[in-house]
Every structure is written in C-alpha cells, then in structure tokens.
C-alpha cells in the first residue's frame, strides 16, 4: 500500500479514533502518514484532497505539542485553497499559520505568513489582501519591529490605489510616517508624507491634500526636508492653477525617488481641472476680516 495517499488517509484516521480496541490515539505515527498523504495528493494535483491532508498533518503536530510544525502545514493548505481558488480558506489558514507562529513566540514568521495570504488574495479578493496586509504590519509593530513593516504598508498602499480607495491609502502612508518616526527613519518618514499629499492631489481633493500638508509641516524634519519643499511646491503650483507647473513638480527627483507606485499617479497629476481651485484660493484670501475672531 506504500504511497497510495487515499490509503495513507485511512490508515491514518483510523489511528486517531478511539474504539472499543483503541483506547488512546496515536498522532504521532498518524501525523506521519498524513504528511505522506499530503505530498502524495499534491504531486498528483489533487488539491482539494492535498488540502484536506495537511489540515489533518497540521492537527497531529499541534496534539504534538510543535506549533511550528503545525504552522508550516498550514501554510501549505493555504497553498493549496489558492490552487481551488478558495480565497476565504487562504485566508483563515494564512492566519491560523500566523497564530501558531505566534504561539511559539515568533513574530516575524507570522507576519510574513500574513504577508504571504495577503499577496495570494491580491487579485481575488483584494479588500482581504489589504486587511492582511495591515495585520502584518500590527504583528511587527506589537513586537517593536516597525521597520520590517515599511515594505507591507507600501504593499497595502498598492492595493488601495488598485481599488481607487485613496483616503484608505493616504490613510496607511501616514501609519507609515508614524512607524518610521518610532525607528527614526527620518527619510522614509518624509517620503511617506509626499505620498500621502501627493495620494490626496491624485484624488482630486486639494482641500485633504492642504490640510495633510499643514498638520505634516507640525513635524519639523519634514518641514525642512527636500519632500516638504516639493509637496509646498505643488501645493503652490495647485492654488495658482498652474498646469504645467504642477507638471515639472511631479517630474522632479524628489518625486522620482518615491516609490513606483506613487511615482506612477505623481506623473497623472493633475487628474482634474484645476482653474477652479485658483478660484477658491482666491476667495478665501478676500474674506472680510473679523475683529472678533482671534484664531
């Protein structure tokens, strides 16, 4: 019977049930002969029955007490809900992965088995990627690793412009800044900021970009740095309707040391017609002073 995996299978659970002959299971010998199982059915591109056996070999190692063991087959059944395109099932075996990793004290492997989830569901469900994604991020960060995050918030970062959801991406680039100024990364902190603005331009929501930029320059490095010049250009070059001033800003090198994906939108700018907010500039400069506001 050897390497048959549908006999494999029986023979394994059988070992695990209790009977009036079999008092106690016997996981180890059983988890063996899942694993067995398990490689046999994916060989044989049986991914359903493949997924099924790690689940089990999974299972065993965890009675084993060896969380880490049972963390890597774990991460195989998730490869292989990929294979069936079962994307919810990615999911939950990515963070049951992330969990046991977790239990034996590592955060760094459940972070990436996160990261991996999120990058198998990017496609298929990328409102699950990006929910990973931010999940990683939260494992690193709990254990104080915020800068092995940088490259899973640029990743979420992606994802949300993928889905036109720029709030949400701004959003993540100022997490970003944040995580960078607890490791005193001071350049990724300011890169995060542009991107940020520039995430609110491409959106065509001057007003949030303005307001970005004002609560940014609280935070004296970027202030003085060459990214708060360049997003204090294009805000300028925005306010005086400047099309192709917006244009030579987004071609600077500031910008092209940004990442792709930002870099890619910078050059869009702008997205919408921007006569009109040299209107509303206008206007708010001609307000009629109050004598009794202060502020």
């Given at each position: 019977m050897g390497s048959d995996p549908e006999k494999l299978m029986t023979k394994?659970?059988?070992l695990t049930k209790l009977s009036f002959t079999r008092w106690s299971s016997d996981w180890r010998s059983a988890t063996v002969l899942y694993e067995q199982a398990a490689n046999g059915f994916r060989v044989a591109?049986?991914?359903e029955?493949?997924?099924e056996a790690f689940e089990k070999a999974s299972k065993g190692q965890e009675m084993l007490s060896s969380p880490w063991d049972a963390a890597k087959h774990m991460e195989s059944a998730a490869t292989m809900a990929k294979e069936l395109g079962n994307w919810k099932e990615?999911?939950?075996?990515?963070?049951?992965?992330?969990?046991?990793y977790n239990e034996c004290g590592r955060a760094q492997p459940a972070s990436d088995a996160l990261g991996k989830g999120a990058r198998a569901l990017e496609d298929g469900a990328p409102d699950e990627a990006v929910q990973l994604y931010i999940e990683a991020c939260d494992t690193l960060e709990e254990d104080g690793k915020e800068q092995m995050a940088f490259d899973l918030y640029r990743d979420a970062t992606r994802v949300y412009l993928k889905l036109e959801k720029y709030e949400d991406a701004a959003g993540i680039l100022l997490r970003l800044a944040l995580a960078a100024d607890k490791c005193n990364a001071t350049h990724s902190q300011c890169k995060a900021y542009l991107s940020a603005i520039i995430v609110y331009l491409y959106a065509h929501d001057f007003r949030q970009a303005e307001k970005c930029y004002n609560d940014c320059c609280q935070v004296e490095v970027f202030l003085n740095s060459d990214q708060g010049r360049c997003a204090g250009k294009f805000l300028s070059a925005y306010a005086e309707g400047d099309v192709e001033d917006i244009?030579?800003?987004?071609?600077?090198s500031t910008v092209s040391n940004l990442d792709h994906t930002i870099i890619k939108i910078a050059?869009?700018?702008?997205?919408?017609?921007?006569?009109?907010?040299?209107n509303?500039?206008?206007?708010?400069?001609?307000?009629p002073l109050d004598e009794d506001d202060l502020t």
């Open positions: 394994a659970d059988k591109k049986s991914y029955k493949a997924k990615v999911a939950d075996f990515y963070r049951r992965a992330s969990e046991l244009k030579r800003v987004a071609q600077s050059r869009k700018l702008p997205t919408g017609d921007v006569s009109a907010f040299k509303e500039v206008t206007k708010d400069n001609e307000e």
